[in-house]
Structures are given as C-alpha cells and as structure tokens.
C-alpha cells in the first residue's frame, strides 16, 4: 500500500464550480498533515495545514479523520488560477520527513 | 516574506562529476532538508539536518550525497559523482521549531534543475 495515496485526476472543472480532493495515508502514527499545490515545474507551496478539527482558509477548506486515515481539499468557487496539481503531504511520526502523495491535477476552464 | 533561496536555478553536469547545489532558507528556521524531484514523479525526500546534523536520511541519500551548514546562512547538497539517474529538480526546504508550538510546515525553495549528460 502506498504511503500517501491521491486520486490523479485530472478533474476538469468550470470557473466557480466546487471540487473536492481525497487522500488516504498508511501509517496510522502520522502526525501532521498539509495541502501544498504545485505549479508546472515549479515548488510545492503551502496552501495549508489540515487540523483534526477542520479548518477554513477563504475559498479552501481541510478535513481530517484520522479514524479513517483520510484527507480532505475543498475548494469552493474555483478560479482559474486554482489550476495546478494539489499536493497531499503527510509527516510521519514524529520525523522530520514529510511524505508527498504523487498529486491531483486540477484544470478550471472559462 | 521571507523566502528559501536557490543557487543556481540550472546546472548541467557531465556524468561522475561532482556538483553543489546551493541554498539559503529563511533566517530564524532551525531545520533544513532537500527533496528531490524527477520529472513526471512525485516529490521524495532526501536527508534533514538540525544542530548542524544529519537528523535523518533516506535510501536515496548514499554515499555520493553531502550536505553541509558552511557558514550561518548557506545550506549545501554536493553530489560526488553525479549518475544519469540523478537528474531531477531538487528542492531546498526549511522550517521552524517552536518549543511550545511544534510545526512542522516547510517551507520550499524555486529547486535547482540538474541535468546530468
């Protein structure tokens, strides 16, 4: 079983239409959980940090179960700059070391 | 907004030389790390280092991989004798410890694409 596994999509959506992302992990001792996005060719970057509580950021909401071992992105109103491959990442135990899902491609068309 | 900064952004390299990829993470973060990248895969981890140490590596960091803290601000990954297969973007990373607060958010660098021919 993968460590971090993503639907690889791509999920083509319409400008303002809602997509959600799933994700899966294999290490029940998993400790922290994040949503990076990646443009082509370019660094992952921070979209946010998912906490067992949930959490909101604007358009951007994150779930986390850990029961279930699962990740959720929810973007509302897409844009068409939400376009990118939307990254999970897991940190396991407590290393350092984060480990990255291989990504879910996002396409938002006019 | 501080950011992680990398040098050089391309560097083409002749198999079994040796290359540095170079790094500046944010000033007050404590724990450095380098990933890398091959094209089309995902983003696999390399080696972190805190307290000017390896703090941990993983399977892809043999032998032919250094990394170092020369001075207060740079953070270095040298490839002894570069192979075909180390081809990839490498990226740095770096974030901070908090002792009352731990977070583990990293923060990326814009990567250093290696070509190796």
């Known amino acids: 079983r993968k460590e971090v596994e993503q639907d690889p999509g791509p999920f083509n959506v319409p400008e303002g239409a809602t997509v959600a992302f799933n994700c899966t992990y294999s290490n029940s001792a998993s400790q922290s959980f994040f949503w990076y996005r990646q443009d082509c060719r370019k660094e992952p970057k921070l979209l946010m940090s998912v906490y067992s509580s949930g959490n909101e950021d604007g358009r951007f909401t994150a779930q986390l179960n850990r029961a279930s071992q699962y990740i959720s992105l929810l973007i509302r109103d897409s844009k068409l700059s939400d376009s990118a491959t939307y990254l999970c990442?897991?940190?396991?135990?407590?290393?350092?070391?984060?480990?990255f899902g291989a990504g879910t491609i996002l396409r938002v068309k006019s | 907004e501080p950011e992680v900064t990398q040098t050089p952004s391309h560097q083409v390299t002749q198999m079994g030389q040796e290359v540095i990829l170079r790094c500046v993470p944010i000033s007050n973060h404590l724990y450095f790390y380098w990933y890398r990248q091959i094209l089309g895969q995902k983003v696999e981890f390399l080696v972190s280092f805190y307290n000017n140490e390896i703090s941990e590596k993983s399977e892809i960091f043999d032998d032919q991989f250094s990394v170092e803290r020369p001075d207060g601000s740079n953070f270095t990954l040298k490839i002894r004798s570069t192979k075909l297969e180390d081809s990839a973007m490498y990226f740095c990373?770096?974030?901070?410890?908090?002792?009352?607060?731990?977070?583990?958010?990293?923060?990326f660098g814009p990567g250093t694409r290696l070509t190796v021919t």
């Open positions: 990442v897991v940190n396991m135990e407590y290393g350092n070391k984060l480990v």
């Open positions: 990373a770096s974030s901070e410890f908090e002792d009352s607060i731990t977070t583990y958010e990293q923060y």
